[in-house]
């Protein structure tokens, strides 16, 4: 239980914020979506496009599922939510940490959703996927770091702090 997972919506920050939080913690950094495209050999947009939303969730699900590191920072795809297998493993694994942001903030943060492999279906919203998506982010969470008026290392600085809290059994403040 010594792993930290990031979750959240496409753009929130979650491998930016991974990588300084695995530095400040002395932790190894992995990146979930790209475990994927190493391990399928395919790209995710392509993964996407030749499987299907609903095909891609199964690989998604399976390989993160199977993930087994210890002391690493994890930052998952925004669609991890949908594997309810992978979500069970990620947590008996360690401490999830959801990386909340407005809407607002994560469409200036994107550009196209489907080169950047983002799991949304034909004629779906950005606003409809962010509406869907919030509350499994929030039911799966451990612990919850509203980025909104944070800097990256303010965001990785938090989630450290927050997480040695937890690992301590102290109770947690979420932002």
Same mark, same amino acid.
């Given at each position: 239980?010594?792993?930290? &997972? ?11 914020? #991974? ?54 920072? &994890?930052? /998952? #795809? ?15 694994? #360690? ?48 612990? /919850? ?5 944070? /800097? &990256? ?15 301590? #059994? ?6």
């Amino acid at each position: 239980m010594d792993n930290i &997972i990031l979750i959240g919506m496409p753009g929130c920050g979650k491998s930016t914020v #991974g990588v300084v939080l695995a530095k400040a913690m002395g932790y190894r950094f992995l990146d979930s979506d790209l475990l994927i495209q190493e391990t399928d050999g395919r790209l995710l947009c392509d993964i996407i496009e030749e499987e299907g939303i609903d095909g891609f969730n199964e690989i998604e699900n399976k390989i993160n599922a199977s993930i087994d590191v210890r002391k690493t920072v &994890i930052a /998952t #795809g925004g669609s991890v939510i949908y594997g309810k297998e992978a979500m069970e493993h990620l947590k008996s694994i #360690g401490t999830v940490v959801y990386i909340k942001l407005p809407l607002s903030e994560i469409r200036k943060r994107l550009g196209d959703l489907t080169k950047r492999g983002v799991s949304i279906r034909d004629g779906q919203s950005l606003e409809e996927l962010f509406e869907e998506r919030s509350p499994l982010y929030e039911s799966y969470a451990d612990i /919850t770091a509203d980025e909104k008026n944070m /800097t &990256i290392s303010e965001t990785a600085l938090y989630i450290r702090d927050m997480v040695k809290k937890d690992q301590r #059994g102290e109770g947690i403040d979420n932002k």
